[in-house]
T-cell receptor, first 117, second 112 residues
Framework: AQSVTQPDIHITVSEGASLELRCNYS??????LFWYVQSPGQGLQLLLK??????LVQGIKGFEAEFKRSQSSFNLRKPSVHWSDAAEYFC???????????????FGTGTQLKVEL | NAGVTQTPKFQVLKTGQSMTLQCAQD?????MYWYRQDPGMGLRLIYY???????DKGEVPNGYNVSRLNKREFSLRLESAAPSQTSVYFC???????????FGDGTRLSIL
């Protein structure tokens, strides 16, 4: 069974500082990995995705993530955090292909990011 | 550019009442999903529909039913609401096996 662990429930960083959010996954084959962001009262917005190829993937809003197979990790990074990045971030793993299309995702429990001005 | 639209956005029910949550997508996606989000538990899959005409149980299906009305619409029904079903419900859709899921803004449901 696939699973995702986000070990940090809350993280606080100062505006302008760098950010790294951790994500560890468990999956028997090559996983499909995603990072989503959720602002208060909103749905989830896709930040970036990894399917195959280059292990460093770029996303929207200046985010990037690196896939490390040996560590079963897919950590999210941003060089300089802005106050508007305060939100909850979810890592998800997929790989169970549904008959007829689609993909069953398993989500982590999320990391709440607070940005201090 | 609506994407995934969920109605209603907020609802308060009494224990034992029934309700249907509506979801529609305008992206011509084959697959649709219903999740619930509870504090500290991330998103958990309730039901999904891989393609029009099919539905299957997810991780937490008890107390819910779904209908894939057509390719665009996927509804979630609570037949007899219980306080444990107080949650935020999200609908999502995706176009294919390796594509990400796109989410609606959620329905915030409270059951008293």
């Amino acid at each position: 069974a696939q699973s995702v662990t986000q070990p940090d429930i809350h993280i606080t960083v100062s505006e302008g500082a760098s950010l790294e959010l951790r994500c560890n996954y468990s999956y028997g084959a090559t996983p499909y990995l995603f990072w989503y962001v959720q602002s208060p009262g909103q749905g989830l917005q896709l930040l970036l995705k990894y399917f195959s190829g280059d292990t460093l993937v770029q996303g929207i809003k200046g985010f990037e993530a690196e896939f490390k197979r040996s560590q079963s990790s897919f950590n999210l990074r941003k060089p300089s955090v802005h106050w508007s990045d305060a939100a909850e971030y979810f890592c998800a793993v997929g790989g169970y292909i549904l008959t007829g299309g689609g993909n069953k995702l398993t989500f982590g429990t999320g990391t709440q990011l607070k940005v201090e001005l | 550019n609506a994407g995934v639209t969920q109605t209603p956005k907020f609802q308060v029910l009494k224990t034992g009442q029934s309700m249907t949550l509506q979801c529609a997508q305008d992206m011509n996606h084959n697959s649709m999903y219903w999740y619930r989000q509870d504090p500290g538990m991330g998103l958990r899959l309730i039901y999904y529909s891989a393609s029009e005409g099919t539905t299957d149980k997810g991780e937490v299906p008890n107390g819910y039913n779904v209908s894939r009305l057509n390719k665009r619409e996927f509804s979630l029904r609570l037949e007899s609401a219980a306080p444990s079903q107080t949650s935020v419900y999200f609908c999502a859709s995706s176009s294919g096996e390796f594509q990400p899921q796109h989410f609606g803004d959620g329905t915030r449901l409270s059951i008293l």
